[in-house]
């Protein structure tokens, strides 16, 4: 999975600049894929992202295919599931410890843990996807006219 591509078609929906709208276009497997519920799916079904364009010249209704190493999965898999888990776990650890005996101890201990989660994803979300440092996105690889 570390060293493999994945790749993805999509037809350009819009493209200005040096961004692009993307649909997605969803494989005959997805009904039957596990996580399919993590797509981000519009209401009629079809996935749409929005892309860096490397300078390509784009125009909605190109078809265009989209990479990305399998080494993100796991980057992302580690920074958005692994951490977070290990920081709730560890807060519950420490506040439960700390925290003295009281009649909502563990209404403060579960509080503080949920509270300190949130602080991670909401620092991840400022200084990850904002800033494009943590996961980087896929990349327009080949364009069809």
Known sequence: MKNELLSEEGIVK???????EVEIINPSGCEDCGARMF??????GKRTIKLDNPGLILKPGDRIRIETEGR???????????IPLVILILSLIISESTIIQSDNKDLYVAGISILTVIIYYFIVYL?????????PSPKIKHHKL
Not at 39 to 44: L, N, R, V
Not at 127 to 135: A, M, S
């Open 72 to 82: 993100n999965l796991i980057v992302f898999s580690v920074v958005f599931y692994l």
């Open 39 to 44: 797509c981000k799916a519009d209401e009629s």
């Open 127 to 135: 200084f990850g996807v904002k800033l494009k440092i943590i996961l």
């Open 14 to 20: 819009s493209a200005e600049g040096s961004s692009a």
